[in-house]
């Protein structure tokens, strides 16, 4: 049996209730130019006790569908934010 799927991220929204939504990035070749671009997806988390916010740092692992849209869950906070109560802007991508 293969090992869940494990990424890290920064948290970006936890307005929802027992849901953050976690941005991860990766490095991946264009396929034309042959230069490393910055790729970021967007995962919805099941944060049971509510302990992620905007800003931290966070484990995630892939897992059964808890809803429609979140298959992942969080396992820990790496590092939590100097910044409370401050939203983060989406970037321009």
């Known amino acids: 049996m293969a090992k869940p799927k494990e990424l890290t991220g920064t948290v ?23 230069r490393i671009v910055k790729r970021y997806n967007k995962f919805k988390v099941h944060d049971e006790k509510g302990s992620a916010h905007v800003g931290d740092i966070v484990t995630i692992i892939r897992t059964r569908p808890l809803s429609k849209e979140k298959t992942f869950r969080l396992v820990s906070v790496v590092r939590k934010s100097q910044l409370a109560g401050v939203e983060l802007k989406e970037e321009a991508v």
């Open 12 to 34: 970006i929204s936890d307005k929802m209730n027992k849901t953050i939504v976690v941005r991860t990035m990766h490095r991946a070749k264009h396929p034309v130019y042959g």
